[in-house]
């Protein structure tokens, strides 16, 4: 039984990472598309700033949706992982898994949040500036 827990963690592990990777590269995506759409309105003679302001709205949106999958995504990898630990611990191997990794994978879900405010951001700002 404690296999079948494992691999049901390790293929939760899996999901959750897959889940974040979307995330960040949806929010991505579409700040660069954003950026390039704001840019081409703010080049325009006559810019249309609803159709801008509509796309900032967007921004903001995608990108707190994001922050917030990210965040709820760091939980539930905590969560899980510290589920393995225990199996590990009980059955004497945790001596094969380094527990300071928790926190290189906090660093690693504040990375991806920098990423996703910073491109939102540039997104969001530089059109007008233009």
Do not use: C, W
């Amino acid at each position: 039984m404690i296999e079948y827990v494992h691999e049901h963690i390790i293929e939760e592990i899996k999901t959750n990472t897959r889940t974040d990777i979307i995330f960040v590269l949806a929010s991505i995506l579409l700040n660069l598309v954003t950026l390039a759409i704001n840019s081409a309105f703010a080049g325009e003679n006559d810019p249309n700033f609803m159709a801008m302001s509509i796309f900032i709205v967007l921004i903001i949106v995608v990108n707190l949706v994001a922050i917030i999958g990210l965040l709820k995504g760091r939980q539930t990898h905590f969560k899980l992982v510290s589920g393995l630990l225990k199996i590990y611990h009980d059955n004497g191997v945790e001596g094969y898994y380094d527990p300071t990794l928790l926190g290189a994978y906090k660093i690693r879900y504040l990375l991806f949040i920098i990423v996703v405010v910073t491109t939102g951001l540039i997104a969001g700002i530089i059109p007008f500036i233009i």
